[in-house]
């Protein structure tokens, strides 16, 4: 019995101290060194105050600010997890579409973590119609900074055309 | 679907195929031992435990010692996620897991499930997530490959009775395969955006707070030992996960990589490498076939949503990341269910139907397609002896595999090995579909309310861990036979394995003859494939009838429940 209990429970106990505790550690020294902006959640400092992640989407409530994608739930990262044929996706997919034909699909659904920090272009062009009426800026020159805020796929083929709603945001500034 | 999209999975599983080569050569010299650049480590872990690694184990033996290591780990587990609030590295204050949740969730990774009934980032201190699940993480993917390596050297021996020694196996797989290549791909990760550190999380201004943790090494390690436990919640949709282009691309090969690379090592060790390249194809279409189906039905999108206005051109987006697209989360659907791994980069409640059909079948077929590590090897190669043994008697001769012949208590130990996942699915569901206490569990009314009872059982005996996750699963009903089936879906599969490696190791191998039935080349392919479709699908038909299929038609119908 301690024959076959001996190995087990050293070998548990090495590889817990070995790839649980000094590997980790070491690893977190390791990139906490070499990608310090990276490996502390990419956020976005301005005037001294972190104002969000790259990463995260953050919504700004009101006109004036372009919005994120909906997340399933109020309080952040959840998706709806809805079936295709519930009622209740139906009806909220019905709401944000608001009768208009052919919306950004992006548009219109939640994402799968609730914090999607990008939209689609056409999502972002859809949304800058609003924003510049309620700014009163003209609306080419938010055509424009959407534009610019566009990110293309990698090589051409890979990831998805996208706006990260949050940079696009502090570009604008408060109304 | 887009030229684009097609690229976009073209590239991927052109990745695959390309490292499968080399990795599959390393890893066979890993397995023989034939790697040093950790003796010391390795040597110190062999003299602290007593173990001679030279000397060899016999199937009862090797399978005691795998069990040992197992339920060893499982009570420290189970240990650790308990009193984690009174241990060191939990920033965050949090408490420690409910009795329930502790059980379901140490089994889930002792078993290489990563069945989440829990939000990482809600529920687990940094001790808990990097010296608790992270390490069964390895430990668990290594075991998984050890077996296969057992049972690969059963057949690639003649009259022996050693399958190797577990130890050494476990020792050296850790050492030589998953820590290196964890350790390259944790770094790149980082580099892309993916947290590593040991605070709690960052208070943005305003007072919200980002979880943050040591996560980047435990998800490097969680795709490619295939376990797809998330750090954070929503895996590998949360963009601390799985930040760009580039990560996406990194997990989803690193997902596939060691399951399909496998079989070449099988090839390499059994000294016929159209041995391992006629499983590689099995799995391969498998996988092409399943992405196509996928893609094809979350491209065209729901047609009630776009009755409701939406862009038709977009797909189905609900549940899904902008960054990922379309595409590659169809890819990564089909991925992370035929390969055992779990992580989910899109939500597969909101799937289509038949989109959501194609990941929960992918399970059900057996895991083996690529299947986890390991696992996905020796679970084929039951379906290997099963298709011979049905080979055979279409022709009136003994069934021979690798010039060992597969006699009737190798077929009766294959059977049972290739039955427990249907029993555990259809008789867990069946007891669920009628219980109110587990009735409670299920978030939508319809067929789609039946699929999700489907896929979670299909994910807990498949080992697979993904889900249909608005499914309320952290109930001590679910928890408890979730739990079961995981145990039953790992141990009565292996058990049963080690068993044949055992009668097959002690056999001759005969030189291959004119008579001798051909294990390689497109009939035998094909004829896989079909053993694979029917004795690991059809008796599924019934219920996915009932389920996903029904939702297609009430869909089509403009039916919503």
């Known amino acids: 019995m301690w024959n076959l209990l001996r190995p087990a429970l050293v070998m548990l106990g090495g590889f817990t101290l070995l790839l649980g505790l000094i590997v980790p550690l070491g690893f977190t020294g390791v990139a906490q ?4 902006q990276a490996a502390n959640g990419s956020l976005i400092v301005q005037e001294g105050r972190v104002v969000g992640s790259d990463l995260i989407a953050r919504r700004m409530e009101g006109p004036a600010w372009f919005q994120p994608r909906a997340s399933g739930s109020d309080t952040g990262a959840a998706p ?17 579409a608001e009768g208009q034909r052919d919306v950004p699909a992006d548009a219109a659904t939640a994402s799968g973590s609730g914090l999607d920090p990008h939209v689609s272009p056409a999502n972002a062009a859809r949304q800058a119609a609003w924003v510049a009426e309620a700014r009163g800026l003209p609306r080419a020159q938010v055509e424009a900074l959407v534009d610019r805020h566009t990110e293309g796929r990698l090589l051409g083929f890979l990831g998805e055309p996208r706006v ?10 408060a109304p | 679907m887009t030229l684009i999209g097609w690229a976009q999975i073209a590239f991927v599983l052109a990745l695959v195929v390309t490292t499968a080569v080399p990795l599959g050569r390393y890893t066979a010299a890993v397995a023989d031992g034939r790697l040093g650049f950790l003796r010391p480590v390795e040597a110190g872990l062999y003299r602290a435990a007593g173990v001679d690694p030279a000397q060899g184990m016999g199937w009862q033996r090797y399978v005691l ?15 650790l996620l308990r009193a984690q609030a009174w241990l060191p590295l939990n920033p965050a204050g949090l408490p420690g897991l409910s009795p329930w949740l502790a059980f379901n969730t140490a089994i889930s990774f002792v078993t290489n499930t990563n069945w989440q009934a829990y939000s990482g980032e809600t529920s687990m201190s940094h001790l808990s997530q990097m010296a608790g699940l992270a390490v069964q993480n390895f430990l668990s993917a290594a075991t998984g490959i050890a077996l296969a390596l057992a049972l690969t050297r059963a057949l690639a021996a003649g009259g022996v009775q050693a399958l190797g020694n577990f130890w050494a196996d476990l020792v050296r797989i850790t050492l030589y395969l998953l820590l290196p290549l964890a350790l390259l791909l944790g770094l790149l990760l980082v580099a892309q955006g993916v947290p590593q550190t040991l605070s709690a999380g960052a208070t943005l201004d305003g007072g919200a707070v980002l979880p943050l943790g040591p996560a980047a090494f435990q998800i490097a390690i969680k795709q490619l ?24 691309l990194l997990q989803l090969w690193a997902i596939l990589a060691i399951p399909f690379a496998l079989t070449l090592t099988f090839g390499r060790m059994v000294g016929d490498m159209r041995q391992g390249w006629a499983l590689f194809a099995v799995m391969m279409l498998f996988v092409v076939a399943g992405t196509a189906i996928t893609y094809a039905a979350e491209a065209a999108g729901n047609p009630l949503h776009i009755l409701a206005g939406l862009d038709p051109a977009d797909g189905n987006m609900e549940g899904k990341e902008v960054r990922h697209g379309i595409a590659l989360s169809a890819l990564w659907a089909v991925a992370t269910t035929g390969a055992s791994n779990g992580s989910v980069n899109a939500m597969h409640d909101s799937f289509t139907p038949l989109g959501g059909l194609v990941p929960m079948f992918l399970i059900q077929l057996g895991e083996v397609l690529p299947g986890g590590v390991g696992s996905g090897l020796y679970g084929m190669l039951v379906f290997v002896l099963l298709a011979v043994f049905i080979a055979g008697l279409m022709v009136g001769r003994t069934p021979e595999y690798l010039g060992k012949k597969i006699q009737a208590r190798e077929v009766k130990l294959a059977m049972l090995a290739v039955l427990v996942v249907p029993v555990c699915v259809l008789g867990f569901s069946a007891v669920a579909a009628m219980l109110p206490v587990a009735l409670a569990s299920v978030q939508d009314a319809g067929p789609h309310g039946l699929s999700e009872i489907l896929y979670a059982y299909s994910s807990a005996a498949g080992n697979n861990g993904s889900a249909f996750a608005g499914f309320g699963a952290d109930t001590p009903y679910m928890n408890t036979t979730l739990g079961i089936a995981m145990l039953l879906g790992r141990y009565a599969i292996i058990v049963p394995v080690l068993a044949i490696a055992g009668s097959l190791a002690g056999k001759p191998r005969a030189p291959a003859s004119a008579g001798s039935f051909p294990t390689h080349g497109p009939l035998f392919v094909g004829l896989l494939c079909g053993v694979i479709l029917i004795l690991g699908g059809l008796q599924f038909l019934p219920a996915l009838f009932l389920g996903p299929i029904a939702e297609h038609f009430a869909l089509m119908a403009g039916q919503t429940f």
């Open chain 1, 33 to 36: 060194a070499l990608f310090p």
């Open chain 1, 80 to 96: 709806s997890n809805l079936g295709p044929t519930s009622a209740a996706l139906l009806e909220a997919v019905r709401a944000r």
């Open chain 1, 164 to 173: 990260n709603v949050l940079r696009l945001n502090l570009a604008l500034g």
């Open chain 2, 65 to 79: 010692a795998m069990l040992a290591l197992n339920a060893a780990g499982f009570l420290l587990l189970y240990a």
């Open chain 2, 225 to 248: 030992g295939t376990n797809g436990g998330g750090f954070f919640g929503v895996n590998a949709a949360h963009p601390f996960e799985n930040p760009t282009a580039i990560t996406n």
